[in-house]
């Protein structure tokens, strides 16, 4: 903690953790509450409660080699999927993502989870494939599009996590459509974003584009292949 001395009385409020110094009250801004240096945890509670572990008071992180600017850190990286280790990852088990030993079940299960929904709205879904430090595999929420198109090119893997796959649905049956395979620009997006590409159709078919294999095939009855209101 020698590098916060300050002799030549510089003014700099950026503290090592990347919070703000508040002069005043000799306290430790984080947006969201103030964290106490001498004691190590914030003054006040978690504002998301027992959500973010049972120690309303905890600072999550090593104070000098990682930050939490919003003091919400933990609840964040449980959630997103890109902890797994300590409290945040067992936090993780409770509200993050099913996670797989394999790419292609986390593909399956999030194209499970949303066939049915994409059939009955005619609307197009679709994620990434993320796999953490400890080659777990995982589905990030899907986005939706429309009818005959989605567009993945925003998204991105939580932090310490690395995108090897996208997937998406095919909507509704439609005339005029060939919805129940891969369309040209999804394999060409796929080559593209060097990454492999999974899909779910409105027959219940599960396909994959594997990049490295040069491949394409499809899994009938896989999935869901109607509209069942739920």
């Known amino acids: 903690l020698s590098g916060e001395e300050n002799p030549a009385h510089l003014e700099q409020v950026i503290r090592l953790p990347g919070q703000q110094y508040d002069e005043e009250s000799g306290l430790y801004y984080n947006r969201h ?4 240096p001498g004691q190590g945890r914030y003054i006040t509670q978690d504002p998301i409660g027992l959500r973010g572990g049972w120690n309303l008071y905890n ?3 090593n104070p000098v080699s990682e930050i939490d600017p919003l003091g919400l850190s933990m609840w964040d990286d449980a959630k997103s999927g890109s902890c797994t280790d300590g409290f945040c990852n067992a936090l993780s088990f409770i509200i993050g993502p099913s996670k797989f030993d394999s790419e292609e079940d986390a593909a399956l299960d ?3 989870n949303i066939n049915n929904q994409s059939i009955c709205s005619g609307t197009e879904y679709g994620g ?3 796999k953490d430090v400890k080659n777990k595999y995982f589905a990030t929420t899907p986005i939706s599009g429309t009818n005959d ?3 993945l090119s925003a998204l991105a893997c939580p932090q310490n ?6 997937y998406h649905t095919h909507g509704m049956e439609e005339a005029g459509y060939e919805n129940n395979k891969f369309s ?3 394999i060409s997006d796929n080559y593209k974003n060097y990454r492999n590409g999974y899909l779910g159709t409105p027959d219940g078919t599960f396909g994959k584009v594997d990049i490295s294999y ?12 109607h509209c069942e209101i739920r």
């Open 59 to 61: 600072y999550p992180l």
């Open 33 to 36: 509450r103030y964290y106490n």
């Open 149 to 151: 198109g989605l567009t």
């Open 110 to 112: 999030a194209l499970k």
């Open 214 to 225: 040069k491949t394409v095939t499809y899994q009938k009855n896989k999935l869901t292949d």
């Open 128 to 130: 990434l494939i993320c």
């Open 161 to 166: 996590t690395t995108n090897s796959a996208d």
């Open 184 to 186: 040209p620009l999804d």
